[in-house]
């Protein structure tokens, strides 16, 4: 069985700030995470993947998580926020071979001007 | 990296019509994911659709009311059937590629 966590509902920034979205897992295989993120009225876009090769791992726009598997965590952060990283950003656990997505309840950034 | 077709993007149907959300994958796949996505929810896998055999279904969620076809490795469809207010939703379908799953472009449905 897995599960993921998305600490906060809502996170609010000013442009310019850094952002931190926490997300913790429970899996019980060595799982694949993800991050995606869906702007308003938009598809799902993925913003990076973590599969057990670097514990830090880089996405798009300036992103990145890092893997804590002794805090089971997978938060995501970016140095510096910018008005565009509006959206919702969901934290998703995936088992491995081919199954399905476990999403988390999703997280709203709002960035302020 | 894989695309994938879904349509219509948008539909307002009647309550107890059926809808059926086509998708089109541009390589081949062997499993399609479709989920649902509740006004200001998350998303929740509603079946896993296997090409040749029956789809698998989760918890809550029934052939009757989700019928699901696989004809072959690069397209599926997903019918909602009897509609209700309650079936207000996005749907999506979703392929496991190399670099991470990727997911067609939704479909908003409204019932009235």
């Known amino acids: 069985a897995q599960s993921v966590t998305q600490l906060d509902s809502h996170v609010s920034v000013s442009e310019g700030t850094p952002v931190l979205l926490r997300c913790n897992y429970s899996?019980?295989?060595?799982?694949?995470l993800f991050w995606y993120v869906q702007h308003p009225n938009k598809g799902l876009q993925l913003l990076l993947k973590y599969t057990s090769a670097a514990t830090l791992v880089k996405g798009i726009n300036g992103f990145e998580a890092e893997f804590k598997k002794s805090e089971t965590s997978f938060h995501l952060t970016k140095p510096s926020a910018h008005m565009s990283d509006a959206a919702e950003y969901f934290c998703v656990v995936s088992p491995g071979g081919r199954r399905a997505l476990t999403f988390g309840s999703g997280t709203r950034l709002q960035v302020q001007p | 990296s894989a695309v994938i077709s879904q349509k219509p993007s948008r539909d307002i149907c009647q309550r107890g019509t059926s809808l059926t959300i086509q998708c089109q994958v541009d390589s081949q796949v062997t499993m399609m994911f479709w989920y649902r996505q509740q006004p200001g929810q998350s998303l929740t896998l509603i079946a896993t659709a296997n090409q040749g055999s029956e789809a698998t279904y989760e918890s809550g969620f029934v052939i009757d009311k989700f019928p699901i076809s696989r004809p072959n490795l690069t397209f599926s469809t997903l019918t909602v059937s009897n509609l209700s207010p309650e079936d207000s939703s996005i749907y999506l379908c979703?392929?496991?590629?190399?670099?991470?799953?990727?997911f067609g472009s939704g479909t908003r449905l409204t019932v009235v």
């Open positions: 979703s392929v496991e590629m190399d670099y991470g799953y990727t």
């Open positions: 899996s019980s295989y060595s799982p694949s």
